[in-house]
């Protein structure tokens, strides 16, 4: 089976440890979006990791605050596991990334990776339309749609009717943020939202 062919019922069990080998070996997969047509907020990761690849789900590195703060902020009524995933639909929530190959790190992207993600993340919201496109990670929004002086917040940038936002990254690595003003950002974009 083809990683791309997936189904949830074929990803790992959550909380399953991996070797650094599994780890490694999960760099050809690909994590299924989860979307549909119409979403309130189609959340956009900058790219997998290699935890979410292995696992098949998003946000799924232990550390990686996207599921609390998701939960803070008012877009959940609890805090989903990664392998909850699916329930986000529920919420007219949805998950999909900038780039699509996992990597350990963001940093391993090329510009040209982003510049191309954020040509095909556009035909995606186009197709989709979204009322908001929610980029985790400014640093890939610029990069991305090539906005060297974007900040934080919504965005002028629209894709047809879908306004933009720049969140914060949620890996653990993204430390000069806490959870909690985290949160308060997020809760910013789901007071913009229309119920």
């Not at 997969?29 to 979307?35: C, G, K, Q, Y």
């Not at 974007?150 to 047809?160: F, V, Y």
Request: hydrophobic share 40%.
């Amino acid at each position: 089976m083809a990683p791309s062919d997936r189904k949830p019922s074929d990803r790992a069990p959550a909380g399953r440890r991996f070797t650094p080998e599994e780890l490694e070996a999960a760099r050809d997969r690909l994590v299924p979006d989860v979307a549909a047509s119409g979403l309130r907020v189609l959340f956009c990761g900058i790219n997998p990791g290699l935890m979410s690849a292995a696992t098949g789900h998003h946000f799924a590195r232990p550390g990686n605050r996207f599921w609390p703060v998701l939960h803070r902020s008012g877009f959940t009524p609890r805090q989903l596991r990664p392998d909850e995933e699916a329930e986000l639909l529920t919420y007219g929530l949805g998950i999909t990334n900038v780039v699509a190959r996992a990597s350990a790190r963001a940093d391993e992207l090329s510009v040209e990776e982003y510049r191309e993600g954020g040509r095909l993340l556009a035909e995606k919201v186009a197709r989709l339309r979204p009322q908001w496109l929610a980029v985790v990670g400014v640093t890939a929004y610029r990069l991305a749609f090539d906005d060297k002086r974007a900040k934080i917040g919504p965005q002028e940038r629209t894709i047809g009717a879908t306004r933009i936002w720049a969140l914060p990254n949620p890996s653990g690595l993204n430390a000069h943020w806490s959870p909690a003003a985290m949160a308060e950002e997020y809760g910013r974009l789901r007071s913009a939202v229309v119920l």
